[in-house]
């Protein structure tokens, strides 16, 4: 079963524009992952971030993490057209790794 | 970073028969290896967990009877879908990690079953 829920399900934007992608989660986590999966194919790896960081940089990616509230923020700031992809938030918990349902994101060139 | 390889990429089989998709940890060792499904358009479905020696922990509707994970050493992870038919064709991807750090992805294999 999945996790949680990322929304919004689908997002179009101008390159150049931000993008932000949310995700909440159910259980308690360890640490939470983003990851990126252009169309039928694997996914990449963006960043980790653990249950006791708060906010996470990494080139033009922006991840923050709020326990309390169970949500995670992915934030691409200057959005290329090459950044068009399906974007997913995975929780780690106790021996587990699920995934939420993702976002889409289109980057008009 | 760490590399995990999995094979096929695409397979393609007659309904009935059963197929065996590997997932190799190439540079660490895998002491957890977790399988998803995934169908078009939708995000990655956890099917199960596995840690090395043990047998699988599946998910909560996905038999095991007819996709039995192997996962005998720390470097390798099978998933073999047996008795094919074509709704199980799908993309299915494996992860792997060392304890509890970073999990890295197989490229997935996309199985057609005719």
């Known amino acids: 079963s999945q996790q949680g829920e990322e929304d919004p399900q689908a997002l179009s934007i101008q390159e150049g524009e931000n993008a932000t992608m949310n995700c909440s989660y159910k259980?308690?986590?360890?640490?939470l992952q983003w990851y990126r999966q252009n169309s039928g194919r694997g996914l990449v790896h963006l960043i980790l971030i653990r249950s006791n960081e708060r906010e996470k940089h990494s080139g033009r990616l922006r991840v923050t993490l709020d326990t309390s509230k169970k949500s995670s923020s992915l934030l691409i700031t200057a959005s290329r057209a090459a950044d068009t992809a399906s974007y997913f938030c995975a929780t780690d918990g106790n021996n587990d790794m699920r995934f939420g349902a993702g976002t889409r994101l289109t980057v008009k060139p | 970073g760490a590399v995990v390889s999995q094979h096929p990429s695409w397979v393609i089989c007659k309904s009935g028969t059963s197929v065996k998709i590997e997932c190799r940890s190439l540079d660490f060792q895998a002491t957890t290896m977790f399988w998803y499904r995934q169908f078009p358009k939708q995000s990655l479905m956890l099917m199960a967990t596995?840690?090395?020696?043990?047998?699988?922990?599946?998910e909560q509707g996905v038999e095991k009877d007819k996709f039995l994970i192997n996962h005998a050493s720390l470097t390798l992870s099978t998933l073999t879908v047996t008795s094919a038919h074509p709704e199980d064709s799908s993309f299915y991807i494996c992860?792997?990690?060392?304890?509890?750090?970073?999990?890295?992805f197989g490229q997935g294999t996309r199985l057609t079953v005719v």
């Open positions: 992860s792997a990690r060392e304890w509890v750090t970073e999990a890295f």
């Open positions: 259980t308690s986590i360890n640490n």
């Open positions: 596995s840690n090395e020696g043990s047998k699988a922990t599946y």
